[in-house]
């Protein structure tokens, strides 16, 4: 395991961060406190030190194990842990962005977790109503109060962090050092914009369900029925072909389909930090994904994965990158011109 820096922070974080969604059994499909101390161990074996967990994953026990498993040696880990969804689904200040709910919601995983402080604290999703003023003076008086050590956003827009950036650095606030969104060989959507963003305001990226679920590994078929969460019951024709492009890759080279695209992932950082979050329900799996460690794949397999896609930013990027536009805006001169700047 190397190591990389949270964005705008001199703070250390493993290339991999554990997903501990899957810790707890209370949603009827996670892993068992013994299988959750196995996958723990065997990540921590490897190098790992950056743990991401929620106030509301599996009903609380995920930062109850979470905790339990790193208080011998707390200083060693990088926690994260989110605020934002509801505690209390009748109560309608039990959960969004606002002050209360961050205060009250902290207060609760501080004590799940069985620490006085959190690395990060994520707003975990963006609720539309709550003045971005607010979440910000919020989250800089619990990083003054020295409960939290630095803040991030979860699933939120990308003009939102924006202007969150924005804000912060203009009115002395505790500036976001991160921000985590969903993002897979699968699904490409924050190379639209979030990755971009990111990259101009030194952000980290942190990427959850890097494996989209486990489609990319091929386990749901084509008309598969097996559950899933956030998202359809079936795999559609565009999707197969990235999932046939990917165990193809996987067969060249004798790795697994998770293998490679965790890969194609840790390749795509130039100018970049992007952390593959990884939670699995059994140490196998959790093995498994460690073997992205060693794995380099060629341009070629590569472009045949990006290809397989089909991916379009859209406007404006396509727009801008036009051939005749760039004529438009640079007349002959554009390629007499280096720039550092992607």
């Known amino acids: ?146 409960k939290v050590l630095y803040v991030g956003f979860s699933d939120t827009p990308a003009w939102v962090i924006s202007q969150a950036v924005t804000a912060a650095e203009l009115r002395g606030y505790t500036r976001p050092v991160a921000a985590q969104m969903p993002y897979s060989v699968l699904r490409r959507d924050p190379e639209r914009d979030l990755l971009p963003m990111a990259r101009a305001l030194d952000l980290a990226v942190l990427a959850w369900a890097p494996l989209a679920g486990g489609v990319v590994t091929g386990k749901y078929g084509g008309q598969s029925q097996e559950p899933r969460r956030y998202g359809e019951h079936t795999v559609g024709e565009a999707d197969q072909r990235v999932v046939e492009a990917v165990a193809a890759v996987a067969r060249e080279i004798g790795r697994s389909p998770a293998q490679v695209a965790l890969g194609w992932m840790r390749q795509r950082q130039e100018g970049d930090v992007i952390i593959p979050i990884v939670g699995t329900r059994t140490v196998a799996q959790m093995r498994e994904n460690l073997g992205c460690l060693d794995l380099t794949l060629t341009p070629d397999q590569l472009r045949r994965l990006d290809e397989a896609s089909g991916f379009r930013r859209g406007f404006p990027m396509d727009f801008l990158e036009d051939d005749e536009v760039t004529e438009l805006i640079f007349g002959g001169t554009r390629p007499l011109i280096d720039t550092h700047r992607r």
Request: proline share 2%; hydrophobic share 35%; charged share 25%.
């Open 1 to 146: 395991m190397r190591y990389k820096l949270l964005g705008h922070s001199g703070l250390r974080i493993s290339e991999l961060c554990l997903g501990t969604m899957t810790f707890g059994e209370d949603w009827g499909w996670g892993a068992s406190q013994e299988e959750s101390q196995r996958i723990f161990e065997l990540f921590v074996g490897a190098g790992g030190n950056f743990i991401d967990t929620a106030n509301n994953y599996t009903d609380g026990s995920s930062e109850r194990i979470a905790g339990e498993l790193i208080a011998p040696t707390r200083e060693r880990y990088v926690l994260a842990t989110k605020y934002t969804l509801t505690a209390r689904k009748d109560d309608p200040n039990g959960g969004g962005n606002s002050r209360k709910n961050l205060v009250q919601s902290l207060e609760g995983s501080l004590r799940r977790l069985r620490t006085d402080y959190v690395d990060l604290l994520w707003l975990h999703m963006w609720d539309g109503m709550t003045p971005l003023d607010e979440a910000l003076r919020a989250l800089d008086d619990v990083v003054r109060s020295g």
